[in-house]
């Protein structure tokens, strides 16, 4: 096999493929110029995304050249859903969400060099396209007996999808079919669920231009709790600070199970098969040590948020849990913590005194009652800004309180909450 297909199967990149054999073959003709697209359903990217744009810098680095496309006609229809039907978001919205996502895609790549990356967008050439010329030059190459196979149409027969759902591969094949003629794109790669759409623009390319094209899909990955990384899923890891902070995103990959963990450290950083399988020993023979964690996730942030966001997420995660001062942590660092501890909130008394310390502990959510929050304290286990509570009679001190009026409290080592005080 090509070297480029041997590591992709090494790292756990494929899924499923046109024949694999004429893809190498294609790839060992020379650079071959591919692409993958982005659908611009939300303000930002997410994990399941950084599969493919860690796929498209493993092939760029071995010399072939990418074009990235925002669907920013793809992205006004929605690929259809198991679920039920999409809403569609309003043109400015999503076009709003188009330059969002040009971005975001354009840190991931080079655009310098022979293998050289292109951003597209399909509104391009789909916004002036008329009906009578999509249909004739486009639908009549897709015999609906075939569309009707797909899964995903079949399990919505019953009840109702529409045409334009329905319609939504024909948009897709129509963008392999330009980017072929265009730009010479011979390969599409995506996700295991755009199979049906990857496979239909291979077909379009050949029955309209009698063209041979190839596609590679890969395998969806899965959290911990077997869910998908998806924008419709609960607990959605975003590339967008602003919506996952560095310091939930760092926590996130800090905290993989150890059984999913080497999968992930394939798919994410550039690591050499040595190094892998020097954190996979340690996962075996010292879990506790949790080597592989926190390479992945000090690779994996680096990538996406960069190294200084990174060394704050770390400092913030050691002050968290009694490491450090909580004060010398940045503010977006701390604005990070308490978005992924969901404070609670506490007023202060009618003469202006800041809450008693056992009323913050429940706000805080880290006991249940007053009771559990009176025997943390005579038991040294309770903390506020990591100074330990030493009497029942303390209170929230206004000089202690962190950024907008927030405190971190702990019960123990390991359970930790936030609140804020509302005066």
């Known amino acids: ?135 004739r030059d486009v639908g009549k190459h897709f015999p609906v007996n075939r569309m009707l196979e797909r899964d995903v149409v079949r399990s919505r027969l019953e009840t109702g999808i529409s045409y334009t759902e329905f319609s939504y591969i024909l948009l897709q094949s129509y963008d392999f079919l330009q980017l072929y003629r265009n730009h010479g794109a011979t390969l599409q790669t995506g996700g295991g669920d755009q199979w049906g759409n990857l496979a239909a623009g291979v077909e379009l390319i050949r029955r309209a231009d009698g063209g041979k094209a190839h596609a590679l899909a890969t395998p969806l990955l899965t959290k911990a709790d077997g869910t998908k990384f998806g924008k419709t899923e609960a607990g959605t890891v975003w590339l967008d600070p602003a919506m996952t902070s560095p310091y939930a995103f760092y926590q996130f990959f800090l905290n993989a199970e150890d059984e999913q963990v080497i999968n992930y450290a394939k798919i994410f950083t550039v690591r050499s098969q040595e190094e892998i399988a020097e954190l996979a020993r340690s996962t075996k023979e010292e879990p506790h040590l949790r080597m592989a964690q926190r390479a992945l996730a000090d690779d994996v942030t680096d990538l996406v948020h960069g190294e200084e966001a990174r060394k704050d997420a770390v400092a913030a995660a050691a002050a968290v849990f009694g490491g450090a001062d909580l004060a010398t942590i940045s503010t977006s660092a701390l604005e990070g913590v308490v978005a992924e501890l969901k404070p609670g909130e506490i007023a202060a008394e009618a003469d202006g005194q800041l809450p008693l310390v056992i009323d913050a502990l429940v706000a805080s959510g880290v006991v249940k009652t007053r009771g559990e929050a009176k025997r943390a304290i005579q038991e040294g286990g309770a903390y506020v800004n990591n100074k330990k509570v030493a009497s029942l009679d303390a209170r929230l001190e206004p000089a202690a309180l962190l950024g907008a009026g927030y405190a971190i409290v702990r019960r123990g080592k390991k359970t930790v909450g936030a609140l804020r005080v509302v005066r």
Not at 51 to 63: D, E, I, N, S, T
Not at 85 to 113: C, L, Y
């Open 1 to 135: 096999m090509n070297a480029l297909l041997d590591e992709l199967n090494w790292r756990g990149f494929i899924k499923t493929s046109t024949d694999l054999d004429a893809l190498a073959t294609h790839l060992d003709s020379g650079p071959v110029c591919f692409y993958v697209g982005f659908d611009p359903t939300a303000p930002s990217l997410h994990m399941g995304n950084l599969v493919q744009l860690m796929l498209v810098r493993r092939f760029q680095a071995y010399g072939h050249r990418p074009i990235l496309l925002v669907g920013g006609s793809t992205g006004l229809i929605g690929d259809p859903k198991q679920a039920g039907e999409r809403n569609m978001n309003p043109k400015d919205i999503v076009a709003e969400w188009v330059e969002r996502i040009r971005a975001q895609v354009s840190q991931f790549v080079s655009f310098e060099g022979d293998a050289a990356a292109t951003l597209v967008n399909n509104y391009d050439w789909t916004a002036e396209l008329s009906t009578l010329d999509f249909l």
